[in-house]
């Protein structure tokens, strides 16, 4: 099994069913209200204390209470919760809890609960959780103060110049004299057809046997003025191609030189499109401020939560034991691995290990 799924089915259970399902109502009429949290269990608010602990079903030595039922509906958006306004898709529902109770306690009984990695997924889960109700209290967007948004546009004002941006196509050569030869013929190109001709012919990098119309062959996307420290560099493009691209003066044009990349590629360019250089008025950047505004409230309340458990539980970091992790590239994608000698227990070593009696609990 994927160890995020398993790690979720797991966390499902030792939550109790309702923190990991999102939901809708329990009842024929949609349920809006909000839940609580009780011993690492949700409740619902819409009923009262009795009707909640009433056991609804049992799987094993668990229960599932109605609370914890109508709990799920309740996190549910009304969207969802238009699912189960019929008894039968409410029974689907309940079984659906009933089958991750079943697989949450049998994988606990194989101990996959033991894995390193799906631990952390728990953990990761947990965190969540605990991030989100941090996070209550934050303002919503819309609740964010015009004052606040029009300082921070002031403070920030140069952040929204957009400088002007470029597109590029490249003939890629190996070699200075035939980058020359190439240059030579490409200053005499008067279509986009005839250009991506001359790249299909002539360029060995391998955007030149892309499977797209001829006049987009060569095509090595959009840059930044090269003195433009905020941009996201195009990988594609080498430094001596974006900067030898801005000296082009008009879109359909050549650049006069061939360009020597510090990896001694050597490219003809051909500037193929251009948007000015525009700075966001303070209605087009608004909406981003608010929400910018609203994630760094939230960041400072996780910071807050964060601050606080530090310091009533201090952490400490043993750099040496770190230093015995090795990358391992493995074609699985890589996963971290510590070397022969560090006398730690592999993944599979831990699985091997784990306790398999059935819980109690």
Request: aromatic share 4%; charged share 30%; with cysteine.
């Amino acid at each position: 099994m994927h160890v995020r799924a398993l790690a979720r089915l797991i966390a499902r259970g030792a939550l109790a069913l309702g923190a990991g399902l999102a939901g809708a109502a329990c009842n024929d009429k949609a349920l809006d209200s909000t839940t609580n949290v009780d011993g690492g269990r949700r409740l619902a608010s819409s009923i009262s204390a009795e009707q909640a602990s009433r056991v609804l079903a049992k799987v094993g030595s668990h229960t599932i209470t109605l609370g914890e039922f109508v709990a799920a509906i309740e996190h549910m958006d009304q969207f969802d919760r238009l699912r189960y306004q019929s008894p039968e898709r409410r029974r689907e529902l309940l079984a659906e809890m009933v089958n991750i109770q079943l697989l949450a306690d049998e994988a606990e009984a194989k101990g996959y609960d033991k894995d390193p990695a799906v631990q952390q997924e728990i953990r990761g889960i947990l965190r969540d959780a605990m991030l989100a109700e941090a996070h209550k209290g934050a303002p919503s967007a819309n609740e964010v103060s015009e004052a606040d948004v029009r300082a921070f546009y002031e403070k920030n004002r140069a952040t929204f110049r957009e400088p002007e941006r470029r597109r590029v196509s490249a003939i890629v050569l190996l070699d200075p004299v035939t980058a020359r030869a190439v240059l030579e013929l490409a200053m005499k190109v008067k279509t986009a057809a005839e250009w991506g001709e001359l790249v299909r012919a002539k360029s060995v990098d391998p955007t030149a046997k892309a499977n797209v119309p001829v006049d987009l062959l060569g095509d090595l996307g959009i840059v930044s003025p090269p003195d433009d420290v905020m941009a996201q560099p195009n990988v594609k493009v080498p430094l001596e191609v974006r900067t030898a691209l801005f000296r082009v003066a008009k879109i359909g044009d050549v650049h006069d030189k061939v360009v020597e990349s510090a990896e001694h590629k050597y490219y003809v360019i051909r500037l193929t499109q251009k948007t000015d250089a525009h700075e966001r008025t303070y209605a087009e950047a608004e909406r981003s401020i608010r929400v910018r505004l609203v994630q760094d409230k939230m960041r400072e309340k996780e910071d807050a939560l964060l601050a606080q458990l530090k310091a009533e539980f201090p952490v400490q970091i043993d750099d040496a034991v770190l230093a015995t992790v090795k990358v391992d590239l493995a074609p699985d994608g890589g996963a971290l691995a510590p070397p022969a000698d560090a006398g730690l227990p592999t993944r599979a070593a831990t699985l091997d290990a784990a306790p398999r009696p059935r819980p109690h609990t």
